[in-house]
């Protein structure tokens, strides 16, 4: 279902639905400088974050931001440095290395079952409705 929010790049009221904050003019605009960064890094493997973004005209804290979400990736040799949130390795996308993805997610699954495990002591369990959406409610058996 849509909710009303606002642009995070014009501040505009538009109708939101999913994916980031931002109106149909602004996302596109997204779109095709993300295509000139990713066009422009496919034929310079090697340029550093100034250099990309002045050829673009993109602003790096965009460059990193897709980075981050691993819709860009920073070739073996580049100079762009990416480090691992964790651990500080160096990696070329996203935010966590392949070591540390593994750590969160077993420290996650462990929490979730030892929530799981309070709640039941509570006479609560976790359920789940037809949308995968997690919800709690008291067992009244």
Not at 23 to 49: H, Q, T, W
């Amino acid at each position: 279902m849509p909710e009303i929010r606002y642009c995070r790049e014009c501040r505009r009221i538009f109708h939101y639905v999913t994916g980031p904050v931002l109106c149909d003019s602004c996302r596109k605009i997204e779109e095709e400088e993300f295509d000139k960064v990713r066009n422009f890094l496919k034929d310079y493997p090697g340029a550093n974050m100034q250099e990309v973004s002045d050829a673009t005209g993109v602003k790096s804290s965009k460059i990193y931001r897709w980075l981050k979400q691993e819709r860009l990736e920073v070739s073996e040799g580049s100079p762009v440095a990416l480090n691992c949130e964790k651990c500080g390795i160096r990696i070329r996308s996203g935010r966590f290395c392949v070591e540390c993805s593994k750590i969160l997610a077993k420290e996650m699954m462990q929490a979730r079952s030892e929530l799981q495990q309070r709640l039941q002591k509570g006479g609560l369990s976790v359920g789940k409705d037809e949308f995968g959406l997690y919800y709690k409610h008291r067992n009244d058996d």
